[in-house]
């Protein structure tokens, strides 16, 4: 009963952070509004994480360890979740690298001299090589915003950089008169914040998506009936070279008429369950699509070159098993189940969502920026756990 709950009251707490992150309060009020967000949020976050262990300890007691090493690697990710919006600082940007003077005499290249060209609105030949260097695009503007700091931009809507000179320890204050030994902070303008909502929205909505069929009997069962009748009738539709054609027993049970496959119960039918109708993945890449700011077109398109093409291949996916399964191809039919359904139809799929993947990024570059960015937060605050530890 627990298990089944939790993930409706993540959902209600994703939801109240959202809706308290999205406010813009008065200046005194800023903090606690900030901090409730947060509060829910990670609580959202450690629910999703209960519910979690009550799946890994279901799959184990069945002995599928495949999916439950999933939901254990869902579980640390809504832990580390919850623990980066506790300890994530207001306004606090996510920095992507440094850039020191490098050489001396003639040639040297100072950070002094690139501020030069920054306050001349031109962006430095060097720091767009560190840009490179760095794998991020190179910024094309620069504008002002201080006098040691600067808004670097991109071709690319959003994406945007910050420029900032600090002091290198033991180097004075870093305004440029110690011969350029200062040193040139580069920051995503975005803060870690923003980044761990922008996340925690795609979770709200893949989860709005994905828990009324997995906890909820009625819904659930539909789907998959569904998928089960769409396969049964795709089979006997194409017949892909066996002799016998396959009926389905509601909602989710596959037979072949070839008696003899069932006599004495030796083997069973293919049972169609939740995870054979790919919603895991549908629901995934939905978040990802609506929970990134981009335009509603870019959207639509990114949802029909993904969602449509997952679920038209979940369906080749099924028949391959069951025709693999009740026709025997690698072997007795556990044998022909064991091979197609837990390798072949795996690294299938892990391929097909790798392209799939790959073209959502094409389309909408916002959602790879933002993985990025989640990325570099994550090792953000791993170089930051031993000072956390010892300090």
Not at 18 to 33: A, K, M, N, T, W
Not at 73 to 92: I, K, N, P, Y
Not at 310 to 316: K, P, S
Request: aromatic fraction near 12%; charge should be neutral.
């Amino acid at each position: 009963m627990l298990k089944s709950i939790l993930p409706f009251i993540a959902i209600l707490l994703f939801l109240i952070a959202l809706v308290l992150g999205s406010r813009r309060p008065r200046r005194r009020r800023h903090r606690r509004i900030a901090l409730l967000s947060r509060s829910a949020g990670a609580l959202g976050w450690l629910c999703f994480a209960g519910y979690c262990y009550f799946s890994a300890t279901g799959y184990i007691a069945v002995g599928e360890y495949f999916d439950a090493s999933m939901s254990v690697v869902f579980l640390l990710f809504a832990v580390a979740l919850a623990l980066l919006l506790v300890r994530a600082r207001g306004e606090e940007i996510l920095p992507l690298f440094s850039v020191r003077a490098t050489g001396v005499g003639v040639g040297a290249v100072g950070v002094s001299e690139m501020s030069d060209e920054l306050v001349r609105g031109m962006v430095p030949d060097r720091l767009k090589g560190e840009f490179r260097a760095n794998g991020i695009p190179a910024p094309s503007g620069v504008r002002m915003m201080s006098e040691h700091e600067w808004l670097l931009l991109t071709d690319s809507p959003g994406r945007e950089y910050i420029v900032r000179i600090e002091a290198q320890p033991g180097n004075g204050d870093g305004d440029g008169d110690d011969g350029g030994d200062g040193m040139m902070m580069i920051y995503k303008n975005r803060s870690i914040v923003d980044i761990l909502f922008a996340v925690t929205k795609i979770a709200f909505i893949a989860a709005v998506l994905y828990f009324p069929f997995s906890e909820v009997t009625a819904i659930g069962d539909g789907l998959i009936y569904a998928t089960a009748k769409i396969t049964t009738l795709m089979l006997n539709h194409l017949n892909w070279g066996t002799s016998t054609s396959v009926y389905l027993v509601p909602p989710s049970y596959i037979y072949t008429t070839e008696r003899a496959f069932h006599e004495y119960e030796l083997y069973k039918p293919i049972e169609i369950i939740l995870a054979c109708t790919a919603i895991q993945s549908i629901v995934l890449f939905s978040g990802l699509i609506f929970g990134v700011e981009s335009s509603l077109r870019r959207k639509v398109e990114a949802f029909m070159v993904s969602v449509p093409v997952i679920y038209g291949l979940n369906i080749l996916r099924n028949m391959f098993v069951c025709e693999a399964y009740f026709g025997g191809w690698f072997g007795s039919p556990p044998e022909s189940f064991y091979i197609a359904h837990g390798v072949i139809a795996r690294i299938g799929v892990f391929i097909s969502l790798v392209i799939i993947a790959y073209a959502v990024f094409v389309i909408i570059p916002e959602a790879l920026d933002l993985v990025e960015d989640f990325i570099r937060v994550i090792f953000l605050y791993l170089r930051r756990i031993p000072l956390l530890l010892f300090r």
